[in-house]
């Protein structure tokens, strides 16, 4: 169905963007942080880590927003932010994940950072775990798989609940929950490299999560019921390579794969189909009937990253799409971004509908965006980079979020990944570049920090401003 409606977006729609800890703070060591895994992963998911952290590896000082928030968060003001997601590095709360106090140094530089929304009027929307466990979780008890984890987390999010809860009103649990099937160390903070993790130690850590996630749920809204926690997993409409029944069959499966997580986020435990796939595979999962009780506390609203649609097909001769952790094979009908991302606005809306209609629950899309290499030009005697490609990117996509909206799904706000760019998570490159304010550092490391106005930074400011109207159909 098509429409030539205007673009209209709810009052009271939140515009921002979206960042993690480990990609944007730097200062690896400093405040009394303790080592992530992030600290000893310099090629992001695509190498083996290292035994300690090498200076090849641009988080470690990555954009310096440790120091440079305040400049940042007024950058975030000028194109008017109402929302920022951010995330707190678990390892400047807990170093090693498992001590019995905080640390005020790290909890102070979050106060800071908070003090500095408010001046601005920009509500937090914290990430509570964004693919940084502390490396002594993952060396000592192999991540999630170990159910001590659930332990240290409670203990976690009730430092954080009590410390920030009057402050913060929207916390995510875990980014992108469902990427720990595919990247466990990245997403699960689990040692045991893939190849030789057993289908039921990788369950079970997901399950760990999921009852920590539930658990989190639950202490927040005994804090302060005006808490709104959600579930943050990556969203990925799957078409069908063909309409063969095999394939729209190997579509099924995939989705229940992707689904599973927010099924059991949103309607507290495990739906028939993932029983059935446990069963019939020989995952045993030790699931006790406390777990059990946790998991009924469900989610206030479902966040998602959504960045691209892929296809599946029962046919093994097909090959998975570059770039791509979550399988699947390219969509013959649409164009690529230059690290493989397939392109497809339209997913948005099929993906906004598709969960609309599956959980009724609020929606958050807390990141999308295109990833590019950027140069940077004079342009009147002003440094920009004048990046028309990501203006038509986002532009499409937000149409696509109007249409949803008026389509009756309920989206809380939008928060674009990388509104300044920021060190991949997926390759650790500074040249894959998402934001609207470009930061000079080069994937050698070089480079001022020097923060600069791309054309996009006016464009979203004006979408903003606009709440959406000066979007083009
Ligand atoms: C999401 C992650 O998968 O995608 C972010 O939550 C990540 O951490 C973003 O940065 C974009 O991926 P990449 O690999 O281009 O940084």
């Given at each position: 169905m098509t429409t030539s409606n205007p673009v209209v977006f709810p009052d009271g729609f939140l515009w921002g963007g979206a960042t993690a800890a480990n990609q944007i703070e730097g200062a690896y060591d400093q405040g009394g942080k303790g080592l992530s895994i992030q600290d000893v992963m310099p090629?992001?998911?695509?190498a083996p880590r290292t035994e300690v952290p090498t200076p090849d590896n641009l988080k470690l000082e990555a954009i310096d927003f440790y120091h440079r928030y305040a400049e940042d968060i007024a950058l975030f003001a000028e194109m008017g932010f109402s929302v920022f997601r951010f995330s707190i590095a678990w390892s400047r709360i807990f170093p090693n994940g498992d001590e019995e106090a905080p640390n005020e140094e790290g909890l102070a530089f979050y106060d800071r950072v908070l003090d500095?929304?408010?001046?601005?009027?920009?509500?937090?929307?914290v990430t509570i775990s964004h693919y940084e466990t502390p490396l002594h979780l993952a060396e000592t008890y192999d991540g999630w798989v170990s159910r001590d984890l659930i332990g240290f987390y409670e203990r976690y999010v009730r430092v954080l609940f009590e410390r920030y809860g009057h402050r913060v009103k929207r916390w995510l649990t875990f980014n992108e929950i469902n990427s720990?099937?595919?990247?466990?160390?990245?997403?699960?903070?689990i040692n045991t490299p893939k190849d030789r993790l057993a289908p039921s130690a990788l369950f079970q850590a997901a399950h760990h999560e999921l009852v920590a996630s539930a658990l989190a749920t639950k202490i927040a809204h005994e804090t302060d019921p005006d808490i709104q926690v959600g579930c943050m997993v990556i969203a990925m409409p799957i078409?069908?390579?063909?309409?063969?029944?095999?394939d729209v069959l190997a579509v099924m499966n995939a989705d229940h794969a992707n689904l599973m997580f927010s099924d059991v986020h949103t309607r507290g435990a495990y739906p028939g189909y993932a029983l059935r796939y446990f069963r019939e595979n020989d995952i045993e999962l030790d699931i006790t009937d406390e777990d059990r009780e946790i998991l009924t506390n469900t989610v206030d609203f479902v966040s998602f990253s959504y960045y691209m649609s892929l296809c599946e097909t029962a046919d093994p001769t097909k090959s998975a799409g570059e770039g791509n952790i979550m399988g699947g094979v390219p969509n013959p009908h649409l164009p690529a971004s230059e690290w493989g991302w397939q392109i497809d606005p339209v997913g948005l809306r099929v993906v906004l509908n598709q969960f609309w209609d599956r959980w009724g629950k609020p929606l958050f899309i807390v990141e999308n965006g295109l990833g590019a290499k950027d140069r940077l030009v004079e342009v009147d005697g002003v440094k920009?980079?004048?990046?028309?490609?990501?203006?038509s990117y986002l532009n499409d996509h937000l149409v696509q979020v109007a249409e949803a909206v008026a389509d009756g799904v309920q989206v809380l706000g939008y928060t674009s990944w990388g509104p300044i760019d920021l060190v991949s998570a997926s390759t650790a490159?500074?040249?894959k570049r998402y934001g609207f304010i470009y930061v000079d550092r080069d994937d050698d490391g070089s480079g001022t920090l020097t923060r600069y106005r791309k054309k996009s930074f006016d464009w979203y400011g004006e979408v903003i401003r606009s709440n959406g109207a000066s979007l083009t159909r």
């Open positions: 090629n992001g998911i695509v500095e929304l408010e001046k601005h009027g920009i509500e937090p929307l720990v099937l595919h990247a466990p160390l990245l997403s699960g903070g078409y069908p390579l063909t309409p063969a029944p095999a920009t980079v004048v990046d028309d490609y990501r203006i490159q500074m040249s």
